[in-house]
């Protein structure tokens, strides 16, 4: 990270005791650290070193949280269902981490459009949407075609059969027809949490 | 076909003098006859013999109707936008061959629901709902979440990029996690207007 | 579901406590509950707390019927083979659930088209017949061409080898020649079972 | 060709003032030649040259007959719809080319089965089966399924949408439940036609 | 459109008599109309109708700017290649008709990775970036790597055998590991450029 | 099976009990059995009831031979690699089952193409050859190219990377040059095991 | 280009007036030019401005030679078939253009191996070979498995069927179980014919 | 092996005491001996019998030299990441195993591009450079722009979503549009080493 006070680490498959130095320099010099993909084992493990670390099983957010940071603006997060909700606290959280206000608006998906429709206004506000959603993934195209602002879509590998680890949803969302969304991989929420903060403090600043 | 007086044609690749033969065979033991994917070329050739026959430049259906036939019952074609329309003629028209009466709902995509919305009255009183779409193909899953009757999916071509022939809306439609959907081949409006004829029949005797 | 006493769980993949109380909440205010893909582990926490509930290891069906229910019309449920039961098994108990009477007719695939033929008187009185088959997946459009009512045709992953998780079967499904087949999501017979409970309740009203 | 007075000319995409030499340098050394996949102007080229030169405007073969063959033995080419009829007349020409007599069963699909069944008889007495489908494919399944010799599945590229060319076809015949089925490339009547000849031969020698 | 004076068409597919009705209908309710992958001919026909009509050959735009409008901010559009700039001009011109400065950088691509170094002070200075980039694509994710703003990735078609159509810059830019990202569907840039002027607005507010 | 005293199970995700009787019963009205993918646990199984059971690891074939067979004919059985061992044996132990003498010629792939030439003479004596292959399925073409007789083609799903699970080996015999291939299902050793049968059984009647 | 007096440039897709000015260009500042995928439009007016561009049919390489250039060492390279040669000529005449002798060795498939077999002395010779080939593309495969030189694959999109423009011979070539293969994009004969001066230089140096 | 005293094993798959046999086998006729993608047990059950054996957790490669070997020239391996290291060091280890230097430049991925661009001088003094890359798999083609030597660009299955295995890295390098890049199969370490020491050897001679 080039800002000066965070940190970020991708924790899927880096071994234990690579993974605990990191943390621990990191920590040394810079204070914030957000680790994504961690598992409980790795946790465990950096925990035993720098006790201040939390995790959150949910997301699989293992983070540290030195310095104070005080939140602006707002990034509203959507999700089609509650399988959702995993990769929907990964972009919610990095959002959080790097300072931007979160709203949560979860299980809203586009088979009950009504329970989506009475949230428009709360959507709205926001400066930027995360649009999280499986299977047929239609939620972000809905979401763009009701509200002005940009619409960042995280299609996840929700479903089975035909919906072929994701593709499904990744498709559906790069081929909408609505105006003002872009797309980030299959299940990177981290990668939609970056994005939405960058447009939040150019909305903020 | 089985029931007595219709027969349907797939005209296209066949070749002209094959197909006028197939035609005045057709009228001559049976009546009426419903051709699909037939060229103006086609048209011109049949015409030529059988000058009743009635051709739709948009549907591209290829028609004779010597028999009468009372329309009954009710199904909707509803479509996301304005280049789906010739699928859902396709379809339309061959429910009305077959005896149903349709209502044609054009071009109430999900990127603008409102309008699809305003549309849930008319859509509901349908026996058999047909959605047919393209590109991100989100109609279908939105309208089965609408409404509790039967919807047939008819993804479309229309499209470009990574919407890859019509993969993309099928995609769609399949994963839908709405209840009561099932989908029919890419573009086939034929089979669509079909099975819906045959749910309307059921509804209605 | 919007028809008042009845209620469906997908439990693949939801936490177990979480699973206890959404189904505490429904029996509570609706009755009759219909859980899929369902664990056996899931299961037995379910019947801590709500000992009427029902488990069927084959289908993963894990249901609670409080209300009775009578059973009308009839689903015919067709396999291809053995291995394909446990899908036709949630399409059947799916369309009981809801209210249909279902006639199972298994392991009649076209490999010993014999079979099939036998059982065409059966067939032929459902109204709304389910197709349930793997690997080559050609039940589904042989059916078709020997009955007239609508088939809703499942594709399953059972194969291997250039079956790609159910692909095989499922683009088998799609470009079927024959009448009146429409298909939904690979290994969906929850989704088979409601819409052919939708198309026999319109059959039998 | 090893045989001695046979030659095969894949005639698709060669120039055809290359294509006549080949023509008449197997028809010094060789007498009988055969060419597939050629075009109405390559076949007005080599028959200004070697006027003997016979073209099938159907099946595109292009060949010359000097030797006298004895046909022998009995190989069965069907074919799903008329659609089919280039791909199998390919194959058919290309077995007689060899030696082989051909017996033709078109037309008889599985979307209308009694066609099929009513002529098992004549294609039992066959020694080899070369079954070609488009769409769904699934003709070879059902005639494996009902006959005791091999049958080689030739899919087509005749359909449309989800078909991706003829993919489904050819996944369908590869993951046949049926017993003796092997397949080749989709469209490859040549490649058929020469595998049933080299199987006829062995059963009459 | 929801701002009030510019309205959009997808020129492509329609038929040139409704085209030149709708930009008539646009032009008296509206002012401002922008319309995409037009062809020369659908220029012509709108130019009979509304000679103020004009017509970009590189970018397939045809607009019509009755209303002034001041432009503020920044876009930066780059392309990997000299192919690539008509996706690119459809991005840049759609930036332009919503209201936002348009910088253009254009074959800066990563195998010559120089030219785009010396360019970083310039792209730095924007509030978001478009990345357009065919064949491998690398192009936006080196970009997002070298500057903190928001980066849209337009993958193109450009390219041949195993690019398959766009799908390989597509793939390269949805798993960039640079921070900041986000794609649009293949040759979109009318998509990019609208959300560009989306993040530039709140950017500019 | 139709021949009177052989039966084939498929023993792949068959339950244990389930399975135990299918033995029993064939065992008890036919004679000779044979299983193929049987896991040792089945076979403990089913040797507990049927002490004749026969097991072979490699293969995974479980078979009871009660009736003797005289074996006649010869088919070839080869492969590319020792990976591929499994597949060809599931082949070879078919055709013994169905009456074929055998002979294997293992491990002779193209990356080593002098092992292969050394072994024509014995391959050229068969009535059928079997290739098995996995990686990039060279092997069926050259061998194809070699000899005169038909070969059925496996390719086997060994190999990693973009073998995808054998689709590699899989297209690449589909769209072998040589004359005389045709090609079963990836791994399926059973398949063209018994097709080989079928034609080694018309060349020795 | 980097060596100071060659230049290349890819011509597809380029307009004529733009690809005149490029030629010219490089013309007076660096006197050998190499173009590619040009076609007969672009030479001649090319060739109105500098007669001295050469253009040749099969290839279409369209080239400008002011400065000699002495030929050292030596590059192989192969085709399957008669088919691959316009790819081959196109990597032959870049590693002509960049200074390697070339050896052409066409049509020398593996469905024919001993034509293949009879060439190895020569292949061996050279300091590295390009195997070019369509449909299975298993010649790269063969020839890395006799030779011990770096052999660079070139696949080719000729054929037809599941050979899908070309994937299947990519897919083998990536698959081969040989030391010393890797391989380009289809097609891309001017990748090979690059890298193999590259190699060919490090040997003569 | 052809060069007499080294021999090369894929230990992957094969059964512990067949490979112990291999390993004393090509020990006592050879002396050196690489094996690639050996397990711990694998390692265990070798040390065992020849306690020379040498094993390397983090590229699986499990070696013996008892012939010492001097290593000249230079090969330069690359990562984009610290996850391709395994698949880095399987390349690495190769080429030093037949007689390579090796040069290691870890981490250099483009998302970072400066710490690349520090290393060019580095990388321009080998004769060949092997680029090892995970997810987008941009470094091949950002190296081999930046250098006149070969580059042969190894993709890994590091990533996840939409890299679909290592598809998207293998497409983003045979797209690659810098010059000197040839690719081999997805996490093929062995492959690069191997045809890098190839052109080492040809450079050194
Ligand atoms: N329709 C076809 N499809 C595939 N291969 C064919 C076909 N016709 C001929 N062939 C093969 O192509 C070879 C001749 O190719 P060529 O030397 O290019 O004329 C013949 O020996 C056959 O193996
Ligand atoms: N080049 C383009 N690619 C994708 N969508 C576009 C493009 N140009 C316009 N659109 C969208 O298409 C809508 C208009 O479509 P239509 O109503 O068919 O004219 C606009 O509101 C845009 O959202
Ligand atoms: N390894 C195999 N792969 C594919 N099909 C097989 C295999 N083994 C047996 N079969 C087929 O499976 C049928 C038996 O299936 P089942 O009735 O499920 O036991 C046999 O008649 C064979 O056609
Ligand atoms: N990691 C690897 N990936 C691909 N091929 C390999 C690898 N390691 C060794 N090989 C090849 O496998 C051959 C040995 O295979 P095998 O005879 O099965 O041990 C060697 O000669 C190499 O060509
Ligand atoms: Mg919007
Ligand atoms: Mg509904
Ligand atoms: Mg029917
Ligand atoms: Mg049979
Ligand atoms: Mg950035
Ligand atoms: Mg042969
Ligand atoms: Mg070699
Ligand atoms: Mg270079």
Same mark, same amino acid.
């Given at each position: 990270?080039?800002?000066?006070?965070?940190?970020?680490?991708?924790?899927?498959?880096?071994?234990?005791?690579?993974?605990?130095?990191?943390?621990?320099?990191?920590?040394?010099?810079?204070?914030?650290?957000?680790?994504?993909?961690?598992?409980?084992?790795?946790?465990?493990?950096?925990?035993?070193?720098?006790?201040?670390?939390?995790?959150?099983?949910?997301?699989?957010?293992?983070?540290?949280?030195?310095?104070?940071?005080?939140?602006?603006?707002?990034?509203?997060?959507?999700?089609?269902?509650?399988?959702?909700?995993?990769?929907?606290?990964?972009?919610?959280?990095?959002?959080?981490?790097?300072?931007?206000?979160?709203?949560?608006?979860?299980?809203?998906?586009?088979?009950?459009?009504?329970?989506?429709?009475?949230?428009?206004?709360?959507?709205?506000?926001?400066?930027?949407?995360?649009?999280?959603?499986?299977?047929?993934?239609?939620?972000?195209?809905?979401?763009?075609?009701?509200?002005?602002?940009?619409?960042?879509?995280?299609?996840?590998? +929700?479903?089975?059969?035909? =919906?072929?680890? #994701?593709?499904?949803?990744?498709? /559906?969302?790069? %081929?909408?027809? @609505? *105006?003002?969304?872009? +797309?980030?991989?299959?299940? =990177?929420?981290? #990668?939609?949490?970056?994005?939405? /903060?960058?447009? %939040?403090?150019? @909305? *903020?600043?």
């Amino acid at each position: 990270a080039r800002s000066g006070f965070e940190e970020v680490i991708f924790c899927q498959g880096k071994q234990t005791q690579h993974l605990v130095e990191i943390y621990k320099h990191f920590y040394e010099h810079d204070s914030n650290v957000l680790g994504t993909r961690a598992s409980r084992e790795q946790y465990e493990a950096v925990k035993e070193v720098l006790p201040m670390a939390q995790y959150d099983e949910m997301s699989k957010v293992l983070s540290i949280y030195s310095k104070e940071r005080e939140l602006t603006g707002c990034v509203a997060v959507c999700t089609g269902g509650t399988s959702d909700i995993p990769v929907a606290e990964e972009a919610a959280q990095t959002a959080e981490f790097f300072g931007a206000k979160v709203k949560r608006i979860y299980d809203v998906g586009v088979a009950g459009i009504h329970r989506l429709l009475s949230k428009v206004d709360v959507i709205e506000d926001a400066n930027c949407i995360i649009a999280v959603a499986g299977m047929e993934g239609a939620l972000a195209g809905v979401v763009a075609g009701l509200v002005d602002k940009p619409v960042i879509a995280v299609p996840t590998s +929700v479903g089975y059969g035909a =919906n072929f680890g #994701g593709l499904s949803a990744l498709l /559906t969302m790069l %081929n909408s027809c @609505a *105006e003002g969304i872009a +797309v980030v991989n299959i299940d =990177n929420g981290f #990668g939609a949490g970056y994005m939405a /903060t960058q447009i %939040n403090r150019l @909305a *903020e600043r």
